[in-house]
């Protein structure tokens, strides 16, 4: 009896599986119609042929740049005067001036002279109420 369940069950899958191979698509309908006129309209391209001056109006010509030319170099004698004339001038010194404040800062003293010193410099707080 299980052999010939066995059939009936193959039997029925094979049934099965040929009603459903029915939807096979054909080679010709697989075509890519678009991709086949891409590559029938690449081939048939051609370029146009360039003459041998088409670059002429494009790019400039190039010219050599003119070397530089070397410093004039001075006369020993125009040297000499040069560092003469600098060591027997006067440096430029800047005044010196005084601080604007009238106070005088206190150099010495311990933690207590600095706290009051600033304590000091800020305002008394009024309360708020």
Not at 5 to 24: D, E, I, N, V
Not at 65 to 82: D, I, Q
Request: proline share 6%; no cysteine; net charge neutral.
């Amino acid at each position: 009896m299980s052999l010939s369940l066995f059939a009936k069950t193959a039997t029925r899958s094979f049934a099965s599986a040929q009603a459903s191979r029915g939807f096979a698509t054909s080679a010709i309908a697989r075509r890519d119609l678009i991709q086949e006129a891409y590559l029938r309209e690449l081939k048939a391209y051609k370029p146009a042929a360039k003459s041998a001056d088409s670059h002429k109006g494009q790019v400039r010509e190039f010219h050599q740049p003119s070397p530089p030319k070397a410093p004039a170099t001075p006369s020993s004698s125009s040297l000499s005067s040069e560092l003469d004339s600098y060591a027997s001038s006067e440096p430029d010194v800047a005044e010196v001036s005084k601080s604007s404040s009238t106070e005088e800062v206190s150099v010495g003293g311990g933690a207590k002279e600095f706290l009051e010193e600033a304590r000091r410099d800020y305002p008394k707080e009024e309360a708020h109420h």
